[in-house]
C-alpha cells in the first residue's frame, strides 16, 4: 500500500486542525445563543416577577365591620322617606356615629378626626345605595362592612411598616391601635377587590377600578376592526391579485412597508391634526382613538394578508380558471377562503397592538380624567395603558400597587389575543 507523502501529511493535518477549531467556534456561538437566551428569559422572569409581586394583592382590599344605625333623623322624617330624604341624608353622620360607639374614650377632636380617616370616603355612598335599593332598612340596626381608607388597607397588606418612626409614615400610632383592635373583634377583613373590576377612575385609590378604561378600549378596538380589517384585507386582495404591477403599485408597496415602521405617535399626531383640527371631531371619545388606531393597524394588516395570499399555491387559481371560473370568482370564492387563516391572525396581532398603544391616544386627548363608565364611542373614555400611564404617576403607594394590577390584566389580554391568534392558525391553516 502507497503511503501518503509528506505534502499530503502536512495537509491533511492543516485541514483536521481547521476542522477542529471550526467545530470549537461553532460551539462557542451554540453556548453565547443559549446563554443570551436563558439572560433574556431571566429578565422576563424578574419583570414579571416584580409585576406580580407588586399587585397581586390589589384583587384584595381592607373592609372594616360597623355597626350602622339607620336612625330616622338622618332621612329628615319620621315616617316617611322619600327619594330626596335618602340621598340628602347624613351618612357620614351614621359611620362617624358608629366609629365613636367603637372607640367611646376618644374624645379629642384631631384624634377624631384620625378615627374617621381610617374609613373609605366610598363608604357614605356605599350606605346610601344600600338605602336606596331597600329603603324598609330605615330605623334598623346592622352590620355593614364598608371598605377601609388606602392607608389602612396598606397597613393590612403588609405595605406601610410598624416598625419604622411615626413620622416616617402615613399612619399614626393611634390609627393602628385603633386598628389592631377592630381586628382583634374580628371587624377588619381581606375581601376579594369588586370594585377594581366594576369601578371607573377614582381620586381615591382604594375606589378606583378599571371598568371605564376597559370598556373605553373594547370600544375602540371595536371601531378599530371594523374599519382596519375590511379596509386591510380588500387592500391585500387588489395589490396581490388585480393591480398592475408598475411604478404606482411598486410606490404604494414600498410607502405601506413604510408605514409599519414608523412611530406610533406620528399617527396620532395624524390623527390630532385631521380628525380633531380639521374635522372638529370631539376629543377623547373612542371614535377618534379608533380612527387611529386603524391608520396605525392597517399596514400590519395589509401585510400579513397578503403573505397568506401569496401562500395560496397557484395550481389553486389555475385550477378554478380551467373550468370557467371568472378572476373574480376565483379570488372570492377560491383563493380568499383558503387565505382566510393567515388574515385573520394578522388581523388578531394587529388589534394586540392596538391594545397595548398608548403615545397615539395621549395625542387625541384620551389621558383625561375618566369617572363614567362609557356606553359609547362619542362619550368620553379612556383606555386601559393610558390608566396604567395615569396611576404609575400617581404618588400613593395603593396607586403603585393597582398600576401593576391594571398591568397584569393587560397582559392577560394580550396573552390571550396572541394564543387565540396561534390556535386559529393551527386549526384553520391547510398546508400543502
Same mark, same amino acid.
Given at each position: ?10 495537509? +491533511? ?25 436563558? @439572560?433574556g428569559?431571566? /429578565?422576563?422572569?424578574?419583570?414579571? /416577577? ?5 399587585? =397581586?394583592? +390589589? ?21 316617611e ?22 372607640f367611646?374614650?376618644?374624645? *379629642?377632636r ?5 378615627? =374617621? ?7 357614605? =355612598? ?20 364598608? #371598605? ?16 419604622? #418612626? ?25 375581601k376579594?377587590?369588586?370594585?377594581? /373590576? ?21 370600544l ?7 374599519l ?9 386582495? =387588489?395589490?396581490?391579485?388585480?393591480? @398592475? ?11 405601506? *412597508?413604510?408605514? +409599519?415602521?414608523v ?35 392597517? !399596514? ?5 394578508s397578503r ?20 378572476k373574480?370568482?376565483?379570488? /372570492?370564492?377560491h ?20 391594545l ?17 363608565? !362609557? ?19 400617581? !404618588?400613593?403607594?395603593a ?21 387565540? +391568534? @396561534? ?10
Amino acid at each position: 500500500m502507497n503511503k501518503p507523502s509528506g505534502g499530503k501529511r502536512v495537509t +491533511a493535518d492543516r485541514v483536521n486542525a481547521g476542522l477542529a477549531r471550526r467545530r470549537a467556534a461553532e460551539k462557542r456561538f451554540r453556548s453565547v445563543g443559549l446563554l443570551s437566551l436563558l @439572560v433574556g428569559l431571566a /429578565f422576563l422572569c424578574i419583570l414579571f /416577577f416584580s409585576i406580580v409581586s407588586k399587585g =397581586y394583592t +390589589a384583587f384584595q382590599q381592607t373592609f372594616i365591620q360597623l355597626d350602622i344605625h339607620f336612625d330616622e333623623q338622618f332621612f329628615g322624617t319620621e315616617t316617611e322617606h322619600a327619594l330626596e330624604a335618602l340621598l340628602s341624608a347624613d351618612y357620614g353622620g351614621l359611620i362617624r356615629k358608629s366609629l365613636r360607639a367603637q372607640f367611646p374614650d376618644i374624645s *379629642n377632636r384631631q384624634q377624631l378626626r384620625q378615627l =374617621y380617616d381610617l374609613v373609605s370616603s366610598g363608604a357614605v =355612598y356605599q350606605l346610601r345605595d344600600r338605602i336606596l335599593a331597600d329603603p324598609g332598612l330605615a330605623n334598623q340596626r346592622l352590620k355593614i362592612w364598608v #371598605p377601609a381608607s388606602d392607608d389602612a388597607d396598606m397597613l393590612i397588606k403588609g405595605h406601610i411598616k410598624r416598625e419604622v #418612626p411615626e413620622t416616617a409614615r402615613r399612619l399614626s400610632d393611634a390609627q393602628i391601635a385603633w386598628l389592631d383592635a377592630l381586628e382583634a373583634e374580628g371587624r377588619v377583613s381581606l375581601k376579594f377587590n369588586t370594585a377594581f /373590576f366594576t369601578n371607573g377612575d377614582s381620586r381615591e385609590p382604594e375606589l378606583a377600578g378599571i371598568r371605564g378604561a376597559l370598556m373605553g378600549s373594547i370600544l375602540t378596538l371595536s371601531v378599530t376592526l371594523v374599519l382596519s380589517f375590511p379596509i386591510g384585507v380588500a387592500t391585500a386582495v =387588489y395589490l396581490e391579485e388585480f393591480a @398592475v404591477k408598475n411604478k404606482w403599485s411598486d410606490l404604494i408597496e414600498v410607502n405601506i *412597508n413604510n408605514l +409599519a415602521a414608523v412611530p406610533s405617535i406620528v399617527f396620532g399626531l395624524l390623527g390630532l391634526a385631521v380628525f380633531i383640527n380639521i374635522m372638529n371631531f370631539p376629543r377623547s371619545v373612542p371614535l377618534v382613538g379608533g380612527l387611529v388606531l386603524t391608520l396605525m393597524t392597517l !399596514p400590519t394588516i395589509i401585510i400579513a394578508s397578503r403573505a397568506a395570499l401569496r401562500s395560496v399555491p397557484p395550481s389553486i387559481r389555475e385550477a378554478a380558471l380551467g373550468v370557467g371560473a371568472s378572476k373574480m370568482q376565483t379570488v /372570492f370564492f377560491h383563493v380568499l377562503p383558503l387565505a382566510l387563516p393567515g388574515m385573520l391572525t394578522g388581523t388578531i396581532i394587529g388589534m394586540a397592538q392596538a391594545l397595548g398603544e398608548t403615545a397615539p391616544l395621549l395625542m387625541i386627548g384620551m389621558v383625561a380624567f375618566i369617572v363614567d363608565i !362609557p356606553t359609547g364611542i362619542f362619550e368620553p373614555a379612556t383606555v386601559l395603558p393610558v390608566q396604567i400611564f395615569l396611576w404609575a404617576d400617581s !404618588p400613593e403607594r395603593a396607586f403603585i400597587e393597582r398600576t401593576s394590577a391594571a398591568i397584569m390584566v393587560l397582559l392577560g389580554f394580550l396573552i390571550a389575543m396572541n394564543a387565540l +391568534a @396561534v390556535m386559529l392558525r393551527k386549526k384553520l391553516e391547510r398546508r400543502w
